[in-house]
Every structure is written in C-alpha cells, then in structure tokens.
C-alpha cells in the first residue's frame, strides 16, 4: 500500500518504519525540517534501540521517504495515519489536541474521497467525530475515518509495532476496518487478534490501559508507604501478591515511581475528559494515584537528607535520568526531578546516563553532567540509582567500593542485589524495604 504517516516524533517515526518493513511505501511527513533531514539521513532524533538501523535499512530498500508537507504524491496515498503528539496543555491537566486538528485540517485540503485517514493518536474520547466534522469542513466530503491507538513502549518500540499484543480498530463502517486490516495483513496472518470496535471504545483503549498500569505501580508504591511505616518489605510482599494469577507481578514493582510521556499525561487528561463529561467521580480515584506517584520522588529526597544529614554542599551522584532505561526521553522523570530537587536544597548533584545526558536542558543547568561512570562516583558523599539501566544494575560493588568517601547508595528501584553490596561494605538504602544494614 501507499502510506502516509503525518507527524516523525517517537510514535511516527516508529510506526513509519514498521509500515516500511511490512512492505509498504511510506512517506513520512513532518513540519521540523531539520527532522526531516536527519531521518533522510538515516539518524534517529532520539534513542531507540534497534530503530536507527531499522531506518536505514528502509531507506537502502527505497520503502520510505520524508518531506516537511503534503504533495501530489502523499496526497494520493491510501491511509494516511495521523502520529502526532497529544500533550498535557500547561498549566491544566488536558490533553492538547491542537497538534491533531491542525495535521488533520492540513490533510483535508488534500485528501481524496477514497483515502482513509487513521488516527493514532491518545486523544481524549470524543475527538475522532469532532475531528470527522472538522475535516468535512475543509474537504467538502465525509472523510473515511477509523482510530487505531498504539501501544509502543519506549525500548522495544519497533518490536511492539511489528509484534502487539493487539490490533484496535474502530469505525462506523466495517468497509473502514476491511481497508485498514489490509494494512496490517502480515501481522495478521501471524495470529495477532483484531478487535473491531466504535470509535469512542478505540479511543478509550489506550488511555485506559494506561491508567490501569499507573494504578497498578501505585498501589504497590501505596503498599510501600505501609511497609516503611511498620518495618515490612514490600518488594518480598509484591513478589507474594504477584504469583496470584489474578493480579500478575507485571508493573508490580515499588521505587520512585513511573514518569515519562504518556502516564502521566494520559491520567490527567483522562480525569479532565470525565470532568467535562460530567463523571469526575468515576476518575477520582486516578487524583490519588497521581499524587500516591509523586509522593515517591520526594520520598527519595527525604532518605536523602535522613543520610546526609543538611544537604547543602554534599556530593551526590544521579545514576540515571532517562525516566526509564533504553531510552533518552526526560519528560517528567522522576530521576531528573529528584536530582534537581536535591540540587535546589544546595546539594553538588553530579547525573550520569549512558545517553540522556544531551537532552538536559537550561532548565537543568546546576546539574554536573558527567559522561564517564568512575568519574562521576568519585568522591560523592551519596549514590542514588535513578533509572534500571543494565549499567547500574550490574556494577560491581567491590569495584565501586574502592572510591574514597562514597560508602551509601539509595536504590530507588529496588534493582540491586542487596547482599552482595553489603559485603562490599555497602550501606544500602530503597525505597519500601526494611533492610538492616549492620
């Protein structure tokens, strides 16, 4: 098929790519000209293992091209997938869909009847038929429309685009969804299930898959809170609940907390979309949830200041700031924001990340940024490991024992075998365990 993907940042460029090794001839169109050129160039403007060299084998193969607009050429594709960003509108806790209709309106005054136009997407529910009006607008016609949300997961994003767990599709016309299983046909053949739904059902997949899993970690993160207050260990308690079939140890894991671009955002939109509907009390829930979230990052900081004592000129080391590993994205990672906030309180806070540490901002400008790992531990009073990367979860602790001064790491992801740090002399701090360190 001849497809259109409208919008390269993480989700575009990723699903572009998979539509190219599916076979498909994909122009991918994106405003930022300068993005443009790197993708042409086959250089990913983000981390994402495995994309980059995707890419470039897509490029070699001639399945794919990208260009700043719509031409005669994309015009006359036959999907045209909308990938653009959906985020949180400052200061309020809405999505921003202004990025959509404007993509959408672009696409309207281009669009052939016969075309379909798919939206990916997380929009707050009812944005697909206020989209359909819009465009008819513009186009003079009832545009064909299905939503199919995505479920990527940033450092296995091209696998989850090439293998989901689930095709979602939803429309008022099943000859709709007949064209865009088309699209997906491979993946299909592979015994990936279809689930055709509405439109508003699509809409809300995405948003609530997501709010289940932020429910989930807090709810540990929750127990945590418990297990501090009466000496319990709430890693050994979510290993126990999690054998339970019916609850499952997946995202069952206490620590700092999730961030990044699509949690965090997603239940504030969702919480703002049912107020506007008119059953806020559905989502109440999903406020405490939040804050349950938040509440971690300064957990963190308040073990912090019990070890240190006034933090104000004390060497502390960030291992990690990425707000996951295999990824560089810093939006609203909680690693990031407790560096700053013991930063803020006068602490010398030096953050390590094996490929995030580019994307710091003005913003971040107190931090010390530190490229080399040795470096970067020398001669800190207090180690914190932020972010799960293979890096810090498999240093040697002997080895990182013979730095002077340094004797005390916050492992605020409960990764780290706390034995073998122990007797490397090791006084071993994390978040909802009751460790005794002697």
């Known amino acids: 098929m001849k497809i259109s993907v409208i919008g390269l940042g993480y989700l575009g460029t990723t699903h572009a790519v998979a539509m190219a090794q599916l076979g498909h001839n994909v122009i991918g169109i994106e405003p930022d000209s300068s993005r443009v050129q790197a993708l042409k160039a086959g250089n990913l403007p983000f981390f994402e293992p495995g994309l ?37 509108i400052s200061g309020q806790q809405s999505a921003d869909t202004s990025y959509v209709f404007a993509a959408a309106g672009q696409l309207a005054a281009v669009l052939k009847p016969s075309s379909l136009v798919v939206g990916k997407s997380t929009v707050p529910v009812g944005t697909a038929r206020h989209l359909i009006t819009k465009m008819q607008e513009v186009s003079g016609f009832v545009p064909r429309l299905c939503w199919n949300p995505e479920f990527l997961r940033e450092g296995t994003a091209l696998a989850d685009s090439m293998l989901p767990d689930r095709i979602v599709i939803g429309s008022d016309d099943p000859e709709y969804n007949q064209a865009l299983k088309g699209c997906y046909q491979t993946m299909i053949d592979q015994g990936i299930p279809v689930l055709e739904l509405d439109l508003e059902t699509a809409e809300l997949v995405k948003v609530s898959a997501n709010a289940f899993l932020a429910t989930k970690i807090s709810f540990i993160n929750a127990m945590a809170e418990i297990a501090e207050a009466s000496g319990a260990d709430a890693v050994r308690l979510a290993e126990a609940i999690g054998l339970d079939n019916r609850i499952g140890k997946s995202f069952l894991r206490t620590g700092i907390g999730f961030g990044g671009g699509c949690l965090p955002k997603d239940i504030r939109g969702f919480i703002a979309r049912a107020d506007e509907l008119g059953v806020g009390d559905s989502l109440a829930f999903l406020k405490e949830v939040d804050q349950i979230n938040l509440r971690r990052r300064q957990r963190i900081v308040w073990l912090a200041t019990e070890e240190l004592g006034d933090i104000k000129n004390k060497k502390i080391t960030m291992l990690g700031i990425s707000f996951k590993p295999d990824s560089d994205d810093l939006r609203d990672s909680p690693a990031l924001e407790i560096a700053l906030r013991l930063q803020a309180l006068g602490g010398v806070v030096t953050v390590h990340d094996p490929v995030a540490l580019e994307n710091l901002d003005k913003k971040s400008s107190g931090l010390i940024s530190e490229a080399d790992l040795s470096t970067a531990v020398k001669d800190a009073d207090l180690m914190i490991l932020g972010t799960e990367w293979a890096d810090y979860k498999n240093l040697d602790p002997e080895a990182v024992s013979s730095l002077p001064r340094i004797k005390t790491i916050i492992d605020g992801r409960n990764v780290l075998n706390v034995d073998s740090w122990q007797i490397a002399g090791w006084r071993i701090i994390a978040p909802g365990r009751n460790i005794v360190n002697v």
Do not use: M, N, W, Y
């Open 52 to 88: 980059e060299d995707a890419l470039r084998q897509a490029i070699s193969s001639g399945k794919i091209s990208f260009q700043s607009h719509h031409d005669d050429l994309s015009a006359a594709s036959d999907i045209h997938f909308i990938c653009v960003g959906t985020p949180q």
